[in-house]
């Protein structure tokens, strides 16, 4: 099973506006990352968050990491028509060898001029 | 500079036969990852080297699907006898060491089993 789940599946919005995508997981983290893949195109690591923090920016992106919760969320400011991706979550465990990726099955951003 | 490259970018093939997918990591990456990625779903991990050695084969779903890497460089994907529920965007990705925390990834291969 997998051990991130975004939420939601898909999201349709506007140029302009702001993006909100969640991801919940299972087991305890060394670190969180989003990744954006674009159609036909490999994945992008956009951001990582480590479990001992709480916020972190990035341009037009903030991540959240609630440990407690075991959520984070990707807040994607002032939209632009470029952004429309799918957005992974992905989990670094701590019992993991090497740090591979456990991933969720993403969000589909959709952003209409 | 160069990222992951991957070959083919897509393959077409019939139930039973063989393919082999490649990976060309970043220089200097000693670790190496392949990924598995079906229509509409997340990524399943399949493997890790770290150098020329694979520490961790958990992710690997059958006895067909087999992976070396040589020269702590360019590693192959083997899968036997496809099965179309093979069909799926393989991703591989390298990172610097095992310490490291960003894997890049290259662009997939695409291997549809007809």
């Known amino acids: 099973s997998q051990q991130g789940e975004e939420d939601p599946q898909a999201l349709s919005i506007q140029e302009g506006e702001n993006a909100t995508m969640n991801c919940s997981y299972k087991?305890?983290?060394?670190?969180l990352q989003w990744y954006r893949q674009n159609s036909g195109r490999g994945l992008v690591h956009l951001i990582l968050?480590?479990?001992?923090?709480r916020e972190k920016h990035s341009g037009r992106l903030r991540v959240t990491l609630d440990t407690s919760k075991k959520s984070s969320s990707l807040l994607i400011t002032a939209s632009r028509a470029a952004d429309t991706a799918s957005y992974f979550c992905?989990?670094?465990?701590?019992?993991?060898?090497?740090?591979?990726?456990?991933f969720g099955g993403g969000t589909r951003l959709m952003v209409k001029p | 500079g160069a990222g992951v490259s991957q070959s083919p970018s897509n393959k077409v093939t019939e139930k039973g036969k063989d393919v082999e997918l490649r990976c060309d990591p970043i220089?200097?990456?000693?670790?190496l990852y392949w990924y598995r990625q079906r229509l509409g779903q997340g990524l399943e991990f399949l493997i890790y080297?770290?150098?020329?050695?694979?520490?961790?084969k958990s992710g690997l779903p059958s006895d067909r699907f087999s992976a070396e890497r040589t020269g702590e460089s360019v590693s192959t994907l083997t899968i036997q006898r496809t099965q179309q529920e093979d069909s799926a965007v393989y991703l591989c990705?390298?990172?610097?060491?095992?310490?490291?925390?960003?894997?890049?990834f290259g662009p997939g291969t695409r291997l549809t089993v007809l």
């Open positions: 990705a390298s990172s610097r060491d095992r310490s490291t925390d960003t894997q890049y």
């Open positions: 087991t305890s983290i060394n670190n």
């Open positions: 968050i480590r479990s001992n923090e």
């Open positions: 992905a989990t670094e465990g701590l019992s993991n060898a090497g740090n591979m990726l456990t």
């Open positions: 220089s200097g990456h000693t670790a």
């Open positions: 080297f770290q150098g020329n050695s694979a520490p961790d």
